[in-house]
């Protein structure tokens, strides 16, 4: 069955210091996307990353990359030099192929807090 | 429009009351998700609109909840004799299509209190 799995309910990271969100899923079908997304405190959700399960290489997207290591199952994201800005939740999500179509489903996300 | 707009962007009702919650898609997305997002929680699959084909009711709650597409764009969730525990901020989603790769892209959702 899917599942999306982030364990760090809440994080720090000092601004300008770069900080890894932790993402584990499982899919027993080959093919799958994972993606990022940034929920503010204005409640709407920004795509972040995507990344694709036979994509050769990490997704990177400005100041995102996503450490992709299929054999573990992990998609953690990294952002670097922390802003401000960037005090959020955050939610990894992952869509495969069903019969029928193709259906997301999100974790319980990771609240990130920024330093000044 | 330049992205997906829900109405109402607030809604207080009566338990008991039915409530009807609107979604206009991004222009030309075929795919269009609802979503619900308990206070602090991650979102739960409600349904899911693919161009033509029979939508996948799979994550609705319960019977109380419905939802239709009219014409392949606007589309409405619908809760019957809603209950203080369908509180929560339902959340819109529009995209490209039925590909892995395709980016669903939200709305503001509409936040809904259940007296």
């Known amino acids: 069955a899917q599942k999306i799995t982030q364990t760090q309910p809440g994080m720090f990271v000092q601004e300008k210091e770069a900080v890894t969100l932790d993402c584990t899923y499982d899919?027993?079908?080959?093919?799958?996307?994972l993606f990022w997304y940034k929920q503010p405190s204005s409640g709407e959700m920004i795509f972040l990353i995507y990344?694709?399960?036979?994509?050769?290489q990490n997704a990177t997207e400005g100041r995102y990359s996503l450490n992709f290591q299929k054999a573990r199952k992990s998609a953690n994201l990294v952002i670097s030099a922390s802003q401000l800005g960037d005090s959020a939740m955050y939610f990894c999500?992952?869509?495969?192929?069903?019969?029928?179509?193709?259906?997301?489903?999100f974790g319980a996300g990771t609240r990130l807090f920024v330093k000044a | 429009g330049a992205g997906v707009s829900q109405s109402p962007s607030n809604k207080v009702t009566e338990k008991g009351k039915d409530v009807e919650l609107r979604c206009d898609p991004i222009?030309?997305?075929?795919?269009l998700y609802w979503y619900r997002q308990s206070l602090g929680q991650g979102l739960e699959f409600l349904i899911y609109?693919?161009?033509?084909?029979?939508?996948?009711k799979s994550g609705l709650p319960s019977d109380r909840f419905s939802a239709e597409r009219t014409g392949g764009s606007v589309s409405t969730l619908t809760i019957q004799r809603t209950q203080q525990e369908d509180s929560a901020v339902y959340l819109c989603?529009?995209?490209?299509?039925?590909?892995?790769?395709?980016?669903?892209?939200f709305g503001a959702g509409t936040r809904l209190s259940v007296l």
């Open positions: 990344q694709g399960s036979y994509d050769q």
């Open positions: 609109f693919q161009g033509n084909s029979a939508p996948d």
């Open positions: 899919t027993s079908d080959p093919s799958y996307g």
């Open positions: 222009s030309g997305h075929t795919a």
């Open positions: 999500a992952m869509r495969d192929a069903y019969t029928g179509g193709f259906k997301t489903i």
């Open positions: 989603a529009s995209g490209g299509g039925a590909a892995l790769k395709n980016i669903q892209y």
